[in-house]
DNA sequence: GCTGCCGGGAG
DNA sequence: CTCCCGGCAGC
């Protein structure tokens, strides 16, 4: 018994350590990985709290905090009168006049030539004009209406100061923090689900690589793991929550076609997204040859590809993913965006057009989302290989395993270890036994049911034997049972190996006729 | 004789 | 209750 307990225990415990050892290191795929040493570089990047700049002369915090990190120390060191420069003033980015550098104080009076205002304002919220071509990603070409695209989107995001070792976690955090703030409706929700369904599969992967899986109760992990444990327990994942998002997410990471690979785009998109907010426009660009169709939503783009290209298999898994293979993000300005939008096509009710894109054209899709509950084929998608069976084995392993601990709850036996498929086990056994050895041979079964000594499960009924319905027999005594029994299974040498009934010489509770 | 297990007794 | 065993009956 207390064996029976402590090996449970033994396997919880060792499975919620699984479980949650990664948890933290490996983190929801990625989700939790860059916050940690996010929180680090924010504390050692920016010694000072974001919050200071409410003392700052001036209010142009935000493109500090996003540009000066990589050209602070050319910018720091020279601003000459007559200069051209952006600042950061009223919300928008504005070109200015340098008038006065005190290098002393660290400030700069700029004289804004939009605004014919003088402000005066730190020099690491201040860059020139000309560095603005140097910043790759972030900087607009043209400086008004982009950089307004992109600005106030990082006055919402705590975007840390950079460090060039640290332009990565950056970009990653950059990247989840945007999909959820910005980007299209659609995209809004995911961000979460997509956190707790990678958190869910990373469990799963645990749970398939440790060949065990834990009751519900085990489940009970920290605030973010709940969501996600719910999930992992023997119920599925909820693939209605959003289906094809699943799929695309999951999908795409694990795709062994050499197709994409999911983390890259998502963080070679990371500066898109940043400008995207005002006058950029995310379209959706089909990459069929001599197509080049430009839509305004996935949704749309992806059912242009696999309507015209892939032709509409009836989402076959297959397809479902391709499609996503076949489009590309582009950005372009919104009134180009607008005006393609006036020719629709092909019953989307996206717009088309062959709409010059201004901005960048990324390289790989998006984290798409997933067009609406339409394809209900979200969940049985590639993607979700590989929680399904994950969830399978959630489901019948899981069953399987506590089944027999139940049923041998009482015994104490030295090496229970349930393979994976319990069932093989048994069906072995079970042929094994009935079928090749004669019944009265106890010995050659004894053996044989030692060398896989406990696995017989209860509930499985010896297919080979067909007992017919024990007729009514003068004394309501019980049929004989046709099964192997404790005794015959563990021999009379091991009976402590028996169930209790055995041991007591009651029917046998182990292997039930 | 071996086995499964009912019925009953002891603690 | 749990644990044990006498004893019946099927094989």
Known sequence: MASVLSRRLGKRSLLGARVLGPT???????????????????????????????DSSCQEQPKEVLKTPSISGLQQVAFHPGQKVYVWYGGQECTGLVEQHSGAEDKVTVWL?????????????????????????????????QAQAYRPVSRNIDV???KSDAVE?????????????????????????????????????????S???????????????????????????????????????????????????????FLLDEPAPRKRKNSLKVMYKCLWPNCGKVLRSTVGIKRHVKALHLGDTVDSDQFKREEDFYYTE????????????????????????????????TPLTILSPPPPKAQSSGPEHPGLESYLPCDALSKSAPGSFWHIQADHAYQALPSFQIPVSPHIYTSISWAAAPSTASPLSP?????????????????????????????????????RGEAKKCRKVYGIEHRDQWCTACRWKKACQRFLD
């Open 113 to 145: 030539l939009d605004q014919k205002l003088q402000i005066c304002c730190r020099t690491e919220e201040v860059w020139l004009a000309e560095l603005q071509g140097s910043i790759p990603q972030a900087l607009p070409t043209e400086p008004g209406a």
């Open 211 to 265: 060949g065990d899986v834990s009751d519900s109760g085990s489940s009970t992990t920290s605030g973010h793991w709940s969501g996600s444990s719910g999930i992992s327990t023997p119920s599925p994942p909820h693939p209605q929550a959003s289906p094809k998002y699943l799929g695309d997410a999951f999908g795409s990471p694990q795709t062994d076609n050499g197709f994409e690979t999911d983390p890259d785009p």
């Open 24 to 54: 933290t290191s490996d983190g929801p795929s990625g989700a939790a990985q860059p916050l940690e040493p996010q929180v680090e570089l924010l504390e050692r990047a920016a010694p000072q709290p974001f919050l200071t700049y409410k």
């Open 330 to 361: 582009v950005q372009m300005k919104e009134e180009s965006a607008a005006a393609a939008a006036g020719t629709p096509t092909s019953g989307t009710p996206a717009a088309e057009s062959a709409a010059t894109p201004s901005m960048t054209s």
């Open 169 to 209: 976690m950056d970009e990653m955090m950059a990247a989840m923090v945007l999909t959820s703030l910005s980007c299209s409706p659609i995209v809004q929700s995911p961000p979460g689900a997509e956190a707790n369904f990678s958190a869910s599969r990373v469990a799963c992967d645990l749970w398939k690589e």
């Open 160 to 162: 840390p100061k950079r």
């Open 443 to 479: 010995v050659r079964s004894r053996s044989l049911s030692f060398s896989e000594p406990q696995q017989p499960p209860p509930a499985m009924k010896p297919h080979l034997l067909v007992t017919s319905p024990p007729r009514a027999q003068s004394s309501a005594r019980k049929a």
